[in-house]
């Protein structure tokens, strides 16, 4: 059975609750790499905290990154930087998949949607 991107698939284990966050963006003017990487992690959290959870209950990561290869570092630092301040590194980390987006007229870039980021060569 297949689930639009936005809609979470029934929780498969009793007792467990499952939050699906997605459409997470930075806020306002688009500022560096660094900055909107920490913007999107403050808001998973308060999502989360809405929840009652934090990032200890978080077990996968989707992100997708308009410019992968400019960028990465960036992000990773930021992710690395909010994950020691919340002690997340001490317990068990969530699996994570760091995704190129693309831009419009560039190579990469995909129409029909993020989840694929690798074209064909006959595209």
């Known amino acids: 059975m297949k689930f639009p991107c ?25 500022p560096p790499a660094r900055a909107q990487s920490r913007s999107v ?41 909010f994950f020691n301040e919340r002690n997340v590194f001490a317990g068990v980390l ?4 760091g995704h190129r987006t693309g831009q419009p007229g560039r190579r990469g870039a995909d129409r029909r949607g993020p989840w694929r980021s690798n074209p064909s060569p006959s595209e």
């Not at 997470?24 to 003017?29: A, E, F, Q, Y």
């Not at 960028?71 to 930087?81: C, P």
């Open 6 to 30: 936005w809609q979470a698939p029934p929780c498969p284990i009793p007792m467990r609750t499952v939050c699906w966050l997605t459409g997470l963006l930075p806020g306002g003017t688009p």
């Open 94 to 97: 969530p699996a994570s998949n």
């Open 41 to 81: 992690l403050e808001r998973m959290e308060t999502a989360l905290q809405r929840k009652g959870m934090t990032f200890a209950h978080v077990v996968r990561t989707w992100f997708y990154l308009d410019r992968m290869l400019e960028w990465y570092g960036e992000f990773n630092t930021a992710r690395s930087g």
